[in-house]
Nanobody, 126 residues
Framework: VQLQASGGGLVQAGGSLRLSCTAS????????MGWYRQAPGKQREFVAA????????YYAISVKGRFTISRDNAENTVYLQMDSLKPEDTAVYFC????????????????????WGQGTLVTVSS
């Protein structure tokens, strides 16, 4: 499975961006999908996750109420709608896919993901 993320850019505080991540390859084995981010000098952190059918979503406390994750299985794409952006949201955003029906890990944990995209930079100016 290969993942291609796009949609990053420069935006002012309070603005919005929508990230997209399209999967290719053995897409039928994709279970959960998620977004992580890594700010300069910091560790990669969980942002949002979604289950296979899109019915279950999970968010980091820092983005809950501002970000929305969704997926279109027909298009093999997961989205991250980011509203009310803050300077502290500045980071490289990575999409990820879990390829196991039951990995034994919560979707908020990195170990639940087997494939990663290349990252897209989001910069929020104050």
């Amino acid at each position: 499975v290969q993942l291609q993320a796009s949609g990053g850019g420069l935006v002012q505080a309070g603005g919005s961006l929508r990230l997209s991540c399209t999967a290719s390859g053995d897409i039928y084995i994709i279970n959960n999908m998620g977004w992580y981010r890594q700010a300069p000098g910091k560790q990669r952190e969980f942002v949002a996750a979604i289950g296979r059918d899109g019915g279950r979503t999970y968010y980091a406390i820092s983005v809950k109420g501002r970000f929305t994750i969704s997926r279109d299985n027909a298009e093999n794409t997961v989205y991250l709608q980011m509203d009310s952006l803050k300077p502290e949201d500045t980071a490289v955003y990575f999409c990820a896919a879990g390829l196991r029906i039951d990995s034994g890990y919560y979707y908020t944990q990195r170990a639940a993901y087997d494939a990663w995209g290349q990252g897209t930079l989001v910069t929020v100016s104050s």
